[in-house]
């Protein structure tokens, strides 16, 4: 109504036209849509502020002229302007030049005070605070509180470049992850030139850290002369309010994302130590890595959930459909369960049906339900029943659709590591991570505990308390990758097959130029790489293999990634699959497939051991694992295109090859964004690249550079007076002019020398190189090997019973002939002198504790991998490998004795008599070695006393068995209810020499 109101008192022909009826059959004159548009958004600027009601009647009016066909899609709309509520949290134009003020004022109170003399520590901190603030990207509490804490500890040096460990887990303080800072060049001139002294006493506390700087920036304040101080008018505030200030000034001039990082808001963890030691060139050792006892594990007060929290919120990243599939439907038979008796009554009803399928992993998250029903916990046994459905569907919504039927029993403490490190950096909410690294964490003890899978370091993986998650934060140089590369090429055809040697190449070159998981790179399909010429690589999910989360799926055009060699490689490689598959010489669309295999696709066990051993005997770090190079594709991604090609780089001084690729990054640039202008992108492209749902998730887990970038595009934009500088340096003027003509890099060579002196000297470590004729027999041997496997293979059929009616299944997911299995398998029933039939363990708590017919099966625990028993455990292997070869007698004794004589508890071959252990010890004496020796224990009653212990014990078993007078016999209390008889047992058992204790392979 009010438009028609208008267009009777508008005086355009437009308006005349439609007010006396618009005749579509009579011939009009010239009708200007677009005139009459504007002479209505004119006329009604005055009640903008109505502005639902003015867009109803402009929206009337457009439909009005497309029904007369008066306006065509080419016909141009003016924009209806409309006054909006002003942004929440934005800067009104007021208060943003009152803030830029402050910080140049600020500044100019850090000049005054340098100017200062004589000053106090407590000043001198307060500059250095200021300072670190204003021109070092040290805009949180506890940035600079660790600051003033670390800094009497002395730098870090990394290739003449000054870094500072800003870390305060030593004093109870995890909620910030530790970083490695780069400070700018005052600062850096403050802490080498004034040398702070150590804290009288520190704090763990956010709110005490606080009031500590506060305290020192406000004695700067103090100081100034009185006629500065009224000058400037800074007012008495919350440092933190300042700090807000300086982070507005930062924003103006560097990336939103680098201020967040900068105020804390963002996490990114530095470096680890051996990562930088490569950098650096000598040993840096980081105070985090001899922090906590390796074997912390949470308490259930860090799961802090209610009876009405379920898996949907604790996982709204993952909402695939193939896991709602996997787990829901055992979520639905168990949400009515009110109380633990029920919850367990209903999950032991789930394991016991016939009619469900259930994957490996769903059996294993049920069995820790029943176990949680009915025991508790370790530290907290009245789980409540809500609490426990939230845990089992926590984990169990996330490992089936990754799982699918592979056994996580069967994965070694690296897979299960990668495994847990991935699942984790699917969630982007901090404190969701949190629960759910804790609800980790009693899952992988259970398994640990009850199916004796590998173990691994819980507070490397999962954290301490309420921090941050830790990552193994590693990554490989370009110059190291390509000597890996070359090394790699280089390896003997007697230890590594051509073909072979190709695929295991090209996964190592996928997964450094593209970011590759170790799934995504290892089952890669023939047509997952689209294109003859110009090649694109296509990351999908397939029925052999999922991916984590519908993010994971993104494409890359291969030349822009890889170099001209490695696409050689790649095409050459495709078109010889490619021509095997159309002409029927293979059935398999796997990219990397052994012809003369029956497996469809390359086993991993064939490949990542080869890349794992060079990766870590080139860069002498013997943490590098292949996930490391999803870690350094993200890290060194995001410096070349943050970085301009006239960042100095220069940390990286004696990687020339890293320099020129980080900086070579116009053609990249180009293909991701089509222009060389600046751009916001760069943090999304990248995040798009790895396949995460957020950039935060990029940035935490992956990329590990971004304090010394932060450094790099501060120091840009933001740098210090030279007055500033002679100021704090108290070198004349002429002195610090010559520091700073070459540039920065020299001025910090010169401030090193002056002032730094070096009380120790540091390990050196060169420079990766490729190694020539690598042996792959140097990092594992083939018999370690298979020893592992069957290890592995013969634990599962003991502890399943189900498995034993299924070795098609244990072969498949093992990648172990079934023939094999089946010979260990009778091997395995024979030493027990166990019928195969009705062997049933199916109520199985532990292995150890099992009995069979009445009598306990001496069946130990799995061994864990312990470092220093590394060498006696491979020459013990290579002992019994040689005895079944040229003694298989012998061995036949050693195992009959094993039968017979193990004692469960201990593991000790415990004998009666003489006759007994005669032929037994001389057995064992065949295994000793420089690295493998024998421990000979008199076990003992309780009555006998220590003289008839010395004088007529260790006597009989010495002279009946002819053992050495320097072969000492330690003595024991016999575990048993049984009389020991008058001269007591005979323990034996095969002992590190090196640690005098019992070697754990040897069980």
């Known amino acids: 109504m009010r438009l028609m109101v208008w267009l009777s008192s508008d005086e355009s022909r437009e308006s005349k036209l439609i007010k006396n009826g618009y005749l579509k059959f009579k011939r009009q004159p010239k009708f200007n849509s677009s005139n009459l548009l504007i002479r209505f958004i004119n006329a009604h600027e005055a009640l903008i502020d109505d502005k ?40 009104a134009p007021k208060v943003f030049n009152h803030y830029i003020s402050t910080y140049s004022q600020l500044e100019a109170a850090l000049t005054e005070s340098l100017k200062s003399r004589n000053c106090s520590a407590d000043i001198i901190k307060g500059q250095i605070v200021l300072s670190a603030a204003l021109y070092g990207g040290l805009i949180s509490i506890e940035g600079l509180y660790a600051l003033i804490f670390n800094a009497p500890k002395g730098p870090i040096s990394i290739r003449n470049q000054s870094a500072w460990s800003l870390d305060l887990t030593l004093h109870g303080y995890y909620y910030a992850e530790p970083r490695v800072w780069y400070p700018d060049l005052l600062t850096e001139t403050l802490l080498l030139n004034k040398k702070l002294e150590t804290l009288e006493k520190s704090t763990g506390n956010k709110k005490d850290m606080a009031k500590k700087i506060s305290s020192f920036v406000q004695a700067l304040l103090s100081n100034l002369p009185k006629d500065v101080r009224q000058s400037l008018s800074l007012k008495r505030q919350k440092f933190e309010k300042y700090l807000d200030i300086m982070a507005v000034g930062y924003d103006i001039y560097i990336p939103p994302f680098i201020t967040r990082y ?29 922090t906590f006892d390796s074997n912390w594990s949470p308490t259930d007060q860090d799961l802090k959930y209610t009876t009405k929290e379920t898996s949907s919120n604790i996982c709204p990243e993952i909402n695939e459909e193939s896991q709602a599939q996997n787990w829901s439907w055992i979520k639905g038979k168990i949400i009515h369960d009110n109380s633990t008796d029920q919850l367990a009554e209903s999950l032991e009803s789930l394991m016991n049906s016939r009619d469900s399928k259930m994957s490996h992993i769903q059996k294993l998250v049920i069995m820790w339900g029943i176990t949680l029903s009915k025991n508790g916990s370790s530290s907290f046994v009245n789980l409540r029943p809500g609490r426990i459905k939230t845990m089992i569907s926590s984990i169990g919504s996330r490992l089936c659709p990754l799982m699918q039927e592979r056994d996580i029993t069967l994965y070694n403490a690296e897979e299960l590591e990668g495994l847990y490190e991935d699942l984790l950096g699917t969630v982007s909410s901090q404190s969701l991570k949190r629960k759910l690294a804790n609800i980790l964490a009693r899952f992988q003890s259970y398994l640990e505990r009850e199916h004796y899978v590998d173990e691994i370091d819980s507070r490397e993986v999962f954290g301490v308390q309420n921090s941050p998650i830790p990552v193994d934060a590693n990554i490989i140089l370009i110059d190291e990758y390509h000597h890996i590369l070359t090394t790699l090429e280089d390896i003997s055809e007697l230890e590594l097959a051509p073909d072979l040697n190709i695929i295991v190449r090209l996964i190592f070159i996928l997964g450094y130029r593209c970011g590759l998981r170790r799934s995504e790179g290892l089952k890669l399909r023939l047509d997952d790489i689209q294109g003859d010429d110009d090649l694109y690589l296509l990351i999908r999910p397939h029925k052999d293999r999922t991916l984590k989360t519908n993010n994971a799926k993104r494409i890359f055009k291969l030349d822009q990634f890889l170099s001209e060699n490695e696409l050689v490689l790649l095409k050459s490689w495709l078109q010889k699959r490619r021509d095997a598959y159309d002409n029927k010489e293979s059935n398999s669309a796997f990219l990397f497939h052994l012809t003369d295999s029956n497996a469809p696709c390359i086993d991993g066990d064939s490949v990542f051991p080869v890349i794992h051993s060079v990766m870590r005997a080139v860069c002498d770090d013997n943490s590098l694992r292949y996930h490391h190079l999803r870690h350094s594709f993200a890290t060194l991604f995001l410096l070349k295109l943050m970085l301009n090609d006239k960042s100095s780089l220069c940390i990286f001084e004696a990687y020339p090859q890293t320099q020129e690729w980080i900086r070579n990054s116009e053609g990249l640039k180009k293909h991701l964004f089509g222009t060389l202008t600046p751009t916001k992108k760069s943090l999304y492209a990248l995040s798009m690249l790895m396949g995460h749902a957020s950039p935060e998730t990029t940035l935490e887990h992956y990329s590990h550079l971004l304090d010394y970038m932060a450094r790099e595009l501060i120091e840009e934009r933001l740098k210090p007076t030279t007055e500033q500088l002679v100021l704090a340096s108290d070198q004349p003027k002429s002195t610090v002019y010559r520091w700073l003509k070459s540039g920065k890099t020299k001025y910090r060579e010169m401030l ?33 090997k298979e020893f592992d496997q069957c290890r592995k293979v013969l634990f599962k059929l003991i502890q399943s019973p189900n498995t034993l009616d299924n070795l098609t299944q244990l072969s498949n997911s093992t990648g172990v002939a079934e023939s094999e299995i089946k010979t260990w398998q009778n091997n395995l029933f024979s030493l027990l002198g166990a019928d195969l039939h009705n062997f049933g363990m199916s109520g199985a708590k532990k292995i150890n504790l099992e009995s069979y017919n009445g009598e306990t099966l001496p069946l130990p625990a799995q061994p864990r991998k312990i470092v220093q028993d590394r060498s006696a455990y491979l020459s013990l292997l290579t002992s019994l490998d040689e005895m079944s070869k040229q003694q298989p007698e012998k061995l036949q004794i050693l195992l009959n004795g094993f039968q017979q004589y193990t004692q469960k508890r201990n593991y000790l071959m415990r004998f009666t008599s003489i006759e007994d252990a005669k032929p037994m010890i001389e057995v064992l004496s065949l295994l000793k070695t420089d690295n493998v020796a024998l421990k000979f224990t008199l076990l003992h009653g309780k009555g006998q006393s220590h003289s008839n212990i010395m004088r007529k014990c260790i006597p009989h078993w010495r002279m009946g068995l002819g053992i050495s007078k320097k072969k000492s016999i330690a003595t024991a ?25 019992a070697i754990e392979g040897a069980r």
Do not use: C
């Not at 402009?58 to 302007?81: F, S």
């Open 262 to 290: 900068a105020q804390g808001g963002l996490i990114s963890h530095s470096l680890k130590s051996s990562a930088l030691s490569r950098i650096a060139g000598h040993q840096i050792k980081l105070d985090l890595e001899s």
């Open 973 to 997: 209390i016999a575990n048993s209810n049984l009389k020991v008889g008058e001269f007591g047992w005979l323990g034996v058992n095969l002992i590190n020499p090196q640690t005098g204790k």
């Open 752 to 784: 090193r020398k002056k002032f730094l002196t070096s009380s120790q000297k540091a390990i050196s470590i060169p420079p990766a190189k490729a190694i020539k004729n690598f042996s792959l027999s140097q990092a594992k041997s083939n018999l370690e």
């Open 52 to 91: 639902v009601e003015v867009s109803k009647m402009l929206r009337g009016l457009v439909i009005y002229l497309k029904n007369i066909k008066e306006l065509t899609p080419e016909t141009p709309l003016p924009a209806l302007v409309q006054k909006l509520d002003r942004e929440p949290g934005r800067l």
